[in-house]
């Protein structure tokens, strides 16, 4: 059995200006509190790619805003092994965009059960071998 990759590079993220509004345009949504979740399929080399957007309006201070994106990168990291271990590079990309909801900090715990059903969700929908 291999070592597991808990490893988030850079290019596991959407970064690329035409990505993002490519996701927002054709993505559905659905919501996992405390995150709204938009899903969209997309061509791409790696096979999932993340947004993580905590709203300046719902969290003033910038402190605030960068502890609930590294909590929830921390919890994605950890759990996202799944996806990577069951998929073949270059077949299908699939465009992840995370929008922290609620108004208040929520404990870590929270957002990783959040992030576990997400990741569930994606692999059901896009990556099971009867799609």
Partial sequence: MPLQDFRFPKNHRIC???????????GKAFLFFPFKVIISEYTAEIPVKILISVPKSRHNKAVARNR??????EAYRKNSS?????????????????IY???????YDTIEKAIKK?????????????S
């Fill in 16 to 26: 690329s200006k035409n990505d993002i509004d490519y996701l927002f345009k054709n």
């Fill in 68 to 73: 609930i994106k590294r909590m929830t990168r």
């Fill in 82 to 98: 799944v996806l990577y271990s069951q998929t073949v590079e270059g077949e299908k990309c699939v465009l992840v965009g995370l």
């Fill in 101 to 107: 909801v609620n108004d208040e900090i929520a404990a």
């Fill in 118 to 130: 997400t990741i569930k969700i994606i692999e059901e929908l896009y990556f099971s071998e009867n």
